[in-house]
């Protein structure tokens, strides 16, 4: 119900946003005349500066800076970052309700020290200078955010922000902050971002946009829509403004995909049967062939041998949907007062379907019989004793389909208000709610299984590891060779398994509610002093559902179906090139026969969901923050000298308080039913300094330093000290929180020197430091699950043994270590060429980043070991390049932007001491064609290398996880303004 109100209030204020916009049509020949542009705020080198993130702009009056193009948004962007006293990166949009890319992350990634990851073919999150999503704050309209949502990358449940959950055409400019202020909210290592969308008052009189695109990708061979359109105008001698606008696009989704399930060793799950001769066992042998036999099975069963837990190949098939609106009412009843109410919706739908076909013996234990009832017959090794050639017999088979539909809804409103009492004294203020509803109800997966196949090899020598050939040992398209039905012990086998039936729903809800309010009083024209104290609340909470009875052991098949009737042939992997013995088209379940024969959505009898079935219990948690904040800061600008120097110092106090909510396991003696409903409380301090500082020698030579304090939060999820216990398939794991965390904290230093010897060009280089002193690790092995110390009831329906190995992880604080690096800007319109040659220009950035992280791999004191990596989602290495040509009516650029290999995962599952992801390099282009003042015609391509998304394990051997292929894209526009 409040999810409902929230909604039709925000379409109650885009629509009287929309019809106040319109309402001026017929007296928009009254405006000024002006070119049609957007507006970005004057560069002044007043005390304050234009570097402070919750200044109010002086001047209330509308005044219309024309910036049109990527080179006059290139330009506008570097008189930004000149004025700013801390070291701020801006990215402008080039018109009216066009921002550079399609993409959020992908703009911001033009930034020096900015990588982006990508998930289902789109920019999702941002790492700035080394440091991953959850360091970074995002701020909507000068309010802190979160949205977040789910993909092949897996769901959000941190402090990380999802920017795919947004088109770019509600916004008009983006800031990234590298340095902190007194007066920006605490809680990032990395940056802080400003997004802002468009306002009336950046125009002048009436002003409309519509744009609309064909988006093709070479993988889906499908066209999809894209369209936007903004609508703004002002009135009574430009005191109100009123603005709507709204983007919508539509996208295919071919994802292609091979996949090792990781790597494990030889003894790992219970190791692999040990060949027999003449005892009639099913892994007896001739006598002939034991000698060998025994040797390769002694061969595979070493620790040093690794090979694929289930190596398979994975189509995906489905859709994206994106709607965004956004309002804004404005209000200056004199030069003095400004007051604006901002309105911000959207939703980001997916839906999709998978096709896996595996082996998944390789991943189950005896209790499951699966790899101990296994017979190793041939096997080959590399020089790293990686398995590149495998004969099984008695392998377990499956073949899977799933349904992922999710939607993230976003809503922001936020109310500001300046007033000015005099030319010294003056207050702003912020009032602010915004939600990110996650809703996955359909996260569902059906499975048909064969048992103790033999025959089955996977032979990565022809193509290599990313395009393994497979061999399944039987006709996978002949559905009589498959079985749903209750779990099955074979003859001589070590334990039941077979087939399940997953629904999983989950959900994750984020609000934030914040008032701020700040004063500043100019003493003289060379300092001023501002002072400022926020409250923000932040409630955190998931939801999530498993079937009460379990997931495995489902009846037989009903009276009236069939294996044949309940399952169909699927075909795919067109784009992988996969070796000619591996097969494209396979039998697998068809969900809506799945669902009518079992009532998988019936939520009773055999089907019903519970949320505290122990599974799913730890998945159910909660935690509200609320912080309290003040800060005091004084801006100067002086003349040493004959050098100006300017900047800010000042100091921020925040109080955190955390409560956390969650079930915690107990005696039955404590609680008949096993598990209470916990909640804990803490609360903790920090005292930030902050110094930015700029000394300008001459007119076109700046030289910055800046130092802080800084601290950021641990991700809502981990405080949470709730135990999970999930078994899927042939992934098992237990993982629990603690509510006890510090946060992450850390000393920060910067020194920078920048050149601009013209207008729109920079040389700039800069160094930074950061001293984290204390910093959040996940402590990851691998043990039997009775070495947990759990109760053995937690296991119940989820037919596996105690002593089945499971993935243990718990998160817990570290000591940190040192993060170093530099960063090289260098941008320029080549105006020095031939004439012919005008037009062309140039930006490119490099970035270096080191850090030294010892993360805990056995945290037994009689143990004790530690590795030293860098940080998690840090890339030694990024760089990104443009060339742009803009003559007359002809605009054109092509780009090339390089992320080095990161990190996922310290240390790295199944003994192996990292996880990871491999470089990438993409390339996009795009060009343009201006009919006349109110017609362009546009052509963009992005990825037009077809770059692959490769993740790995292990530093030394990069034993492949995931190889995935998303295809190039292609957008056909059209845009008009007026």
Same mark, same amino acid.
């Given at each position: 119900?409040?999810?409902?109100?929230?909604?039709?209030?925000?379409?109650?204020?885009?629509?009287?946003?929309?019809?106040?916009?319109?309402?001026?049509?017929?007296?928009?020949?009254?405006?000024?005349? +002006?070119?049609?542009?957007?507006?970005?705020?004057?560069?002044?080198?007043?005390?304050?500066?234009?570097? !402070?993130?919750?200044?109010?702009?002086?001047?209330?009056?509308?005044?219309?800076?024309?910036?049109?193009?990527?080179?006059?948004?290139?330009?506008?962007?570097?008189?930004?970052?000149?004025?700013?006293?801390?070291?701020?990166?801006?990215?402008?949009?080039?018109?009216?309700?066009?921002?550079?890319?399609?993409?959020?992350?992908? /703009?911001?990634?033009?930034?020096?020290?900015?990588?982006?990851?990508?998930?289902?073919?789109?920019?999702?999150?941002?790492?700035?200078?080394?440091?991953?999503?959850?360091?970074?704050?995002?701020?909507?309209?000068?309010?802190?955010?979160?949205?977040?949502?789910?993909?092949?990358?897996?769901?959000?449940?941190? =402090?990380?922000?999802?920017?795919?959950?947004?088109?770019?055409?509600?916004?008009?400019?983006?800031?990234?902050?590298?340095?902190?202020?007194?007066?920006?909210?605490?809680?990032?290592?990395?940056?802080?971002? *400003?997004?802002?969308?468009?306002?009336?008052?950046?125009?002048?009189?009436?002003?409309?946009?519509?744009?609309?695109?064909?988006?093709?990708?070479?993988?889906?061979?499908?066209?999809?829509?894209?369209?936007?359109?903004?609508?703004?105008? +002002?009135?009574?001698?430009?005191?109100?403004?009123?603005?709507?606008?709204?983007?919508?696009?539509?996208?295919?989704?071919?994802?292609?995909?091979?996949?090792?399930?990781?790597?494990?060793?030889?003894?790992?799950?219970?190791?692999?049967?040990?060949?027999?001769?003449?005892?009639?066992?099913?892994?007896?042998?001739?006598?002939?062939?034991?000698?060998?036999?025994?040797?390769?099975?002694?061969?595979?069963?070493?620790?040093?041998?690794?090979?694929?837990?289930?190596?398979?190949?994975?189509?995906?098939?489905?859709?994206?949907?994106?709607?965004?609106?956004?309002?804004?009412?404005?209000?200056?009843?004199?030069?003095?007062?400004?007051?604006?109410?901002?309105?911000?919706?959207?939703?980001?739908?997916? /839906? =999709?379907? *998978?096709?896996?076909?595996?082996?998944?013996?390789?991943?189950?234990?005896? %209790?499951?019989?699966?790899?101990?009832?296994?017979?190793?017959?041939?096997?080959?090794?590399?020089?790293?004793?990686?398995?590149?050639?495998?004969?099984?017999?008695?392998?377990?088979?499956?073949?899977?389909?799933?349904?992922?539909?999710?939607?993230?809804?976003?809503?922001?409103?936020?109310?500001?208000?300046?007033?000015?009492?005099?030319?010294?004294?003056?207050?702003?203020?912020?009032?602010?709610?915004?939600?990110?509803?996650?809703?996955?109800?359909?996260?569902?997966?059906?499975?048909?299984?064969?048992?103790?196949?033999?025959?089955?090899?996977?032979?990565?020598?022809?193509?290599?590891?990313?395009?393994?050939?497979?061999?399944?040992?039987?006709?996978?398209?002949?559905?009589?060779?498959?079985?749903?039905?209750?779990?099955?012990? !074979?003859?001589?086998?070590?334990?039941?398994?077979?087939?399940?039936?997953?629904?999983?729903?989950?959900?994750?809800?984020?609000?934030?509610?914040?008032?701020?309010?700040?004063?500043?009083?100019?003493?003289?024209?060379?300092?001023?002093?501002?002072?400022?104290?926020?409250?923000?609340?932040?409630?955190?909470?998931?939801?999530?559902?498993?079937?009460?009875?379990?997931?495995?052991?489902?009846?037989?098949?009903?009276?009236?179906?069939?294996?044949?009737?309940?399952?169909?042939?699927?075909?795919?992997?067109?784009?992988?090139?996969?070796?000619?013995?591996?097969?494209?088209?396979?039998?697998?379940?068809?969900?809506?026969?799945?669902?009518?024969?079992?009532?998988?959505?019936?939520?009773?009898?055999?089907?019903?969901?519970?949320?505290?079935?122990? /599974?799913?219990?730890?998945?159910?948690?909660?935690?509200?923050?609320?912080?309290?904040?003040?800060?005091?800061?004084?801006?100067?600008?002086?003349?040493?000298?004959?050098?100006?120097?300017?900047?800010?110092?000042?100091?921020?106090?925040?109080?955190?308080?955390?409560?956390?909510?969650?079930?915690?396991?107990?005696?039955?003696?404590?609680?008949?039913?096993?598990? @209470?409903? +916990?909640?804990?409380?803490?609360?903790?301090?920090?005292?930030?300094? %902050?110094?930015?500082?700029?000394?300008?020698?001459?007119?076109?030579?700046?030289?910055?330093?800046?130092?802080?304090?800084?601290?950021?939060?641990?991700?809502?999820?981990?405080?949470?000290?709730?135990?999970?216990?999930?078994?899927?398939?042939?992934?098992?794991?237990?993982?629990?929180?603690?509510?006890?965390?510090?946060?992450?904290?850390?000393? +920060?230093?910067?020194?920078?020197?920048?050149?601009?010897?013209?207008?729109?060009?920079?040389?700039?280089?800069?160094?930074?430091?950061?001293?984290?002193?204390?910093?959040?690790?996940?402590?990851?092995?691998?043990?039997?699950?009775?070495?947990?110390?759990?109760?053995?009831?937690?296991?119940?329906?989820?037919?596996?043994?105690?002593?089945?190995?499971?993935?243990?992880?718990?998160?817990?604080?570290?000591?940190?270590?040192?993060?170093?690096?530099?960063?090289?800007?260098?941008?320029?319109?080549?105006?020095?060429?031939?004439?012919?040659?005008?037009?062309?220009?140039?930006?490119?950035?490099?970035?270096?980043?080191?850090?030294?992280?010892?993360?805990?791999?056995?945290?037994?004191?009689?143990?004790?070991?530690?590795?030293?990596?860098?940080?998690?989602?840090?890339?030694?290495?990024?760089?990104?390049?443009?060339?742009?040509?803009?003559?007359?009516?002809?605009?054109?650029?092509? %780009? @090339?932007?390089?992320?080095?290999?990161?990190?996922?995962?310290?240390?790295? =599952?199944?003994?192996?001491?990292?996880?990871?992801?491999?470089?990438?390099?993409? #390339?996009?282009?795009?060009?343009?064609?201006?009919?006349?003042?109110?017609?362009?015609?546009?052509?963009?391509?992005?990825?037009?290398?077809?770059?692959?998304?490769?993740?790995?394990?292990?530093?030394?051997?990069?034993?492949?996880?995931?190889?995935?292929?998303?295809?190039?894209? #292609?957008?056909?526009?059209?845009?008009?303004?007026?």
């Amino acid at each position: 119900m409040i999810n409902g109100i929230q909604r039709r209030l925000a379409v109650s204020v885009s629509g009287f946003a929309l019809l106040a916009a319109l309402g001026g049509v017929a007296h928009a020949d009254e405006a000024i005349a +002006t070119s049609g542009g957007i507006a970005a705020p004057i560069a002044t080198a007043g005390v304050a500066g234009l570097g !402070q993130a919750a200044a109010p702009v002086e001047d209330t009056a509308v005044t219309e800076v024309v910036v049109t193009g990527f080179r006059n948004s290139l330009q506008r962007a570097l008189e930004l970052k000149r004025t700013n006293t801390g070291v701020v990166d801006s990215i402008l949009a080039e018109d009216i309700a066009k921002f550079p890319d399609n993409n959020l992350a992908e /703009s911001i990634q033009r930034i020096p020290g900015v990588a982006i990851s990508r998930d289902q073919g789109e920019g999702r999150a941002l790492s700035v200078r080394g440091l991953g999503p959850d360091f970074t704050r995002v701020r909507i309209n000068g309010m802190e955010a979160q949205a977040s949502t789910d993909g092949y990358n897996g769901a959000n449940r941190g =402090r990380g922000f999802d920017f795919n959950v947004f088109a770019s055409e509600l916004f008009n400019r983006i800031d990234v902050r590298k340095t902190p202020s007194a007066d920006t909210e605490e809680g990032s290592l990395g940056a802080t971002v *400003d997004l802002v969308t468009a306002h009336p008052f950046d125009y002048k009189g009436f002003k409309l946009a519509a744009s609309a695109q064909a988006g093709y990708n070479t993988q889906t061979e499908k066209t999809r829509p894209r369209m936007a359109l903004l609508v703004s105008n +002002t009135f009574a001698d430009d005191k109100l403004g009123a603005l709507f606008s709204v983007a919508y696009s539509k996208t295919a989704v071919n994802f292609q995909q091979s996949s090792s399930g990781l790597w494990t060793n030889g003894p790992s799950d219970g190791g692999w049967c040990r060949p027999t001769t003449g005892t009639g066992g099913i892994c007896d042998v001739s006598a002939a062939e034991l000698p060998r036999a025994t040797e390769l099975y002694n061969l595979a069963s070493a620790s040093s041998t690794y090979y694929p837990r289930f190596m398979r190949y994975v189509q995906g098939l489905g859709k994206t949907e994106r709607l965004g609106l956004t309002s804004s009412l404005q209000w200056a009843p004199s030069d003095n007062t400004k007051v604006t109410l901002d309105g911000l919706f959207s939703r980001y739908k997916v /839906s =999709r379907d *998978d096709w896996p076909i595996e082996a998944i013996g390789f991943s189950r234990a005896a %209790s499951q019989g699966g790899k101990p009832e296994m017979l190793v017959r041939d096997l080959i090794l590399d020089s790293n004793n990686t398995m590149v050639y495998g004969l099984f017999d008695n392998v377990d088979m499956r073949s899977e389909h799933n349904r992922d539909e999710f939607s993230t809804d976003f809503g922001q409103w936020t109310l500001t208000g300046e007033h000015k009492f005099s030319d010294k004294f003056s207050i702003d203020g912020v009032v602010g709610y915004s939600f990110s509803d996650f809703d996955n109800f359909n996260d569902l997966s059906t499975q048909i299984d064969r048992f103790n196949v033999d025959g089955y090899s996977v032979d990565t020598r022809p193509q290599g590891q990313y395009r393994p050939a497979i061999n399944f040992g039987f006709d996978v398209t002949n559905p009589a060779l498959w079985y749903f039905g209750p779990t099955v012990t !074979q003859p001589g086998g070590t334990g039941p398994t077979g087939p399940e039936i997953r629904l999983r729903p989950n959900y994750t809800n984020n609000t934030y509610k914040t008032v701020q309010i700040n004063g500043k009083y100019a003493l003289n024209d060379s300092l001023t002093i501002r002072a400022g104290a926020a409250w923000k609340q932040y409630d955190f909470s998931t939801q999530s559902y498993r079937y009460a009875l379990g997931e495995a052991n489902f009846p037989a098949i009903p009276s009236g179906y069939t294996i044949q009737t309940l399952t169909e042939q699927f075909c795919g992997l067109g784009k992988m090139n996969v070796p000619a013995a591996t097969p494209t088209c396979w039998t697998t379940p068809n969900i809506e026969a799945f669902a009518a024969a079992y009532n998988i959505y019936g939520n009773t009898g055999r089907t019903a969901l519970s949320q505290t079935v122990s /599974s799913v219990r730890g998945e159910n948690r909660s935690v509200e923050e609320e912080n309290k904040n003040g800060y005091v800061m004084a801006n100067f600008d002086h003349d040493v000298g004959g050098w100006r120097v300017r900047g800010d110092i000042g100091v921020r106090h925040v109080q955190t308080e955390q409560t956390s909510s969650f079930y915690t396991n107990v005696p039955t003696t404590v609680n008949a039913s096993g598990f @209470v409903y +916990t909640t804990v409380k803490r609360k903790y301090d920090d005292t930030l300094p %902050s110094l930015n500082l700029v000394v300008e020698p001459t007119d076109n030579l700046l030289l910055r330093f800046a130092a802080a304090k800084v601290m950021a939060r641990p991700a809502l999820s981990a405080l949470a000290a709730a135990t999970s216990v999930s078994v899927a398939g042939g992934s098992r794991s237990v993982s629990t929180g603690n509510v006890n965390l510090e946060p992450y904290r850390a000393k +920060t230093l910067d020194v920078s020197v920048e050149w601009y010897p013209k207008s729109g060009t920079i040389v700039s280089a800069g160094f930074f430091y950061k001293d984290i002193s204390t910093y959040v690790q996940t402590l990851t092995r691998i043990q039997p699950y009775s070495a947990t110390g759990l109760p053995v009831s937690l296991l119940e329906g989820t037919g596996v043994g105690p002593n089945d190995e499971f993935s243990v992880t718990n998160v817990v604080n570290t000591d940190g270590g040192p993060l170093k690096g530099f960063e090289l800007n260098y941008q320029q319109p080549l105006d020095f060429l031939p004439d012919m040659f005008r037009g062309f220009g140039i930006l490119a950035n490099y970035t270096y980043v080191d850090s030294s992280i010892d993360y805990i791999l056995d945290p037994n004191p009689a143990t004790y070991r530690v590795v030293n990596e860098s940080l998690l989602n840090l890339s030694k290495h990024a760089a990104n390049a443009t060339l742009y040509y803009e003559r007359g009516p002809l605009q054109a650029r092509v %780009s @090339v932007n390089y992320r080095d290999k990161y990190l996922t995962a310290v240390p790295g =599952r199944y003994g192996q001491d990292v996880q990871g992801t491999l470089a990438t390099t993409f #390339f996009d282009a795009s060009t343009s064609y201006k009919i006349n003042d109110k017609l362009t015609v546009s052509l963009e391509a992005l990825n037009l290398s077809n770059e692959k998304d490769i993740s790995y394990i292990d530093s030394k051997t990069q034993r492949f996880e995931n190889y995935r292929v998303a295809g190039r894209q #292609f957008f056909l526009g059209v845009r008009y303004t007026y």
